[in-house]
């Protein structure tokens, strides 16, 4: 997230940096420049969305270590039971310990699946409105320029008036 935040900085010194069209707010920013950060910024966005794959897989993670925890004290109570004469109560008091640890793994991934999903969109989200603020910036400097250039070639294609001097 730091890359795309840094390319971020640098897009913003260029605007910051680039000449003001005179009697405008507007100003001539690098296309070339403009365009390679937004190419940038493209490559970048993955790095994010591999972010919040990472807490996913994560999420994965930890219910596989609590299924194998839950089959483990399944597995011991298992072979105390074996030994006991108790074995029914031992095996239910097992499976409810079991069932318990599941629910509330699950509930866990559950929360961190919608945590990692959120934090996804939320960066997603914050880095289109940055890339369209940027872009909005850059086409009204173009259509500045654009108008301005249309200005200059009415000027030129005015035909001067001659006058005949008696």
């Given at each position: 997230m730091t890359e795309i935040l840094t390319i971020i900085d640098e897009f913003e010194n260029l605007i910051q940096n680039s000449r003001?069209?005179?009697?405008?707010?507007?100003?001539r920013v690098d296309q070339k420049q403009a365009m390679a950060l937004i190419d940038?910024?493209?490559i970048s966005?993955?790095?994010s969305v591999k972010e919040g794959e990472r807490m996913?897989?994560?999420r994965d993670q930890i219910l596989a270590e609590a299924r194998s925890q839950a089959e483990?004290?399944?597995?011991d109570a298992e072979e105390e039971a074996a030994g006991m004469v108790a074995e029914e109560e031992i095996m239910n008091r097992a499976r409810i310990e079991?069932?318990?640890l599941l629910a509330a793994t699950r509930e866990e991934v559950v929360r961190m699946r919608a945590d990692a999903e959120k934090y996804q969109f939320d960066q997603l989200e914050d880095l289109s409105n940055t890339v369209s603020g940027l872009l909005n910036e850059v086409h009204r400097g173009m259509s500045e320029l654009q108008f301005r250039m249309g200005e200059h070639e009415d000027e030129l294609a005015e035909e001067p008036e001659y006058r005949e001097f008696v």
């Open positions: 003001r069209v005179p009697m405008s707010s507007s100003v940038r910024m493209r966005v993955p790095s996913m897989q994560d483990g004290i399944l597995q079991v069932d318990s």
